[in-house]
């Protein structure tokens, strides 16, 4: 009886293993917190700024410290079964986004198919709130000799005009203000905002390894946070550019109240920021996280210093396109983004 219930046992772990391994996504059940019964699902797939990295941190933040259930998809590749965000028609389980309360998209240049891309147009069409990063502004784009109808989700869309990074989140890819991997930022704060609860604990600047990125599309409904400067090196200390660039500050984070194509109006944030060195920034992470407690209804409950701290070691690899072998040498896996077990001591 006991060589029976030690061999269940082992069956009963190695299936458990098994399964977690063969996920193509990430999920962390909430705890206690203002989150608790809701679900962020945040959608990666993006070849420079390791959102892989990012977002799965910010999933054990938003889980651990405030509740939430969350969710983190990936770019696979099919044939492998590895992320590699290279592919750039495949993230599975975006199924996850028919009972979600808050989809997180950090995406770039993507051609899905439209059962999976389906999910994502339903749940904007819902009208529910987005928080797009960085390249999500220009997260799809459609071959021309494409029958989808998502095309026009495209960011060149003429008939939707800059599609869905113009229509949802505020504005679409134009260029980089700064010079990409050689001119960081410096966002400084909108004094006139200076109250709003998701400025709560977050300093009048904040650091960015990210370049500025062009805005040029916002109205005067939507609320702008944040400026960014573009600094003329990669380290804060690098003063500030003196070319003609010097007296412009792009937007770098902002509400918009979107009206989806469904005729639906929802909200999202948006920030310019991204890179995976960028959330080494205190600031930065507490404006993120407030952000997504105001989008998931807890905007009176953001506390005067919301906690966001680290769950487990946070070693961020740099900004980067990487080529196709590199990413099959790592071999990595929804898997390899889960909560590390503390070490003993």
Not at 244 to 249: E, G, I, L, M, P
Request: glycine residues 8%; charged residues 20%.
């Amino acid at each position: 009886m006991k060589t029976f219930r030690m061999v269940t046992l082992f069956l009963g772990l190695f299936s458990f293993a098994t399964c977690e391994a063969a996920d193509p996504f990430l999920t962390i059940e909430g705890g206690a917190g203002p989150g608790n019964g809701q679900h962020i699902v945040f959608v990666t797939g993006e070849e420079y700024y390791r959102s892989e990295e990012g977002m799965s941190m910010f999933a054990k933040i938003l889980a651990r410290h405030h509740g939430f259930k969350c969710t983190v998809l990936f770019a696979i590749d099919s044939a492998s079964g590895y992320i590699n965000p290279n592919r750039n028609t495949h993230i599975p389980g975006l199924a996850a986004l028919e009972h979600a309360d808050l989809m997180v998209i950090f995406a770039r240049l993507r051609e899905l198919p439209d059962a999976e891309m389906k999910h994502i147009a339903d749940y904007i069409n819902a009208g529910k709130p987005v928080l797009g990063i960085r390249n999500a502004t220009h997260a799809f784009r459609y071959s021309r000799d494409s029958s989808s109808p998502y095309k026009n989700w495209d960011f060149q869309s003429k008939e939707w005009a800059g599609g869905f990074g113009q229509q949802i989140l505020g504005d679409t890819w134009i260029a980089h203000y700064g010079t990409f991997q050689k001119e960081a930022t410096l966002a400084h704060i909108n004094i006139s905002q200076r109250h709003h609860p998701v400025l709560r604990g977050v300093k009048d600047t904040i650091f960015c390894h990210s370049d500025v990125n062009s805005v040029e599309r916002l109205t005067t409904n939507d609320i702008v946070l944040f400026h960014g400067q573009v600094l003329s090196g990669l380290n804060r200390t690098d003063p500030a550019v003196t070319d003609q660039r010097k007296d412009t500050r792009m937007p770098f984070a902002w509400f918009k109240n979107y009206t989806a194509p469904s005729g639906k109006s929802g909200r999202s944030f948006t920030t310019t920021a991204g890179a995976s060195l960028d959330w080494l920034s205190e600031d930065l992470r507490r404006m993120m996280v407030n952000a997504m407690l105001s989008l998931t209804g807890h905007e009176k409950e953001i506390p005067d210093r919301t906690n966001v701290s680290f769950i487990d070691s946070y070693t961020p690899k740099p900004t980067g396109a990487m080529a196709d072998s590199v990413w099959a040498a790592e071999k990595l896996t929804p898997a390899s983004f889960a909560i590390k077990a503390a070490k003993p001591e």
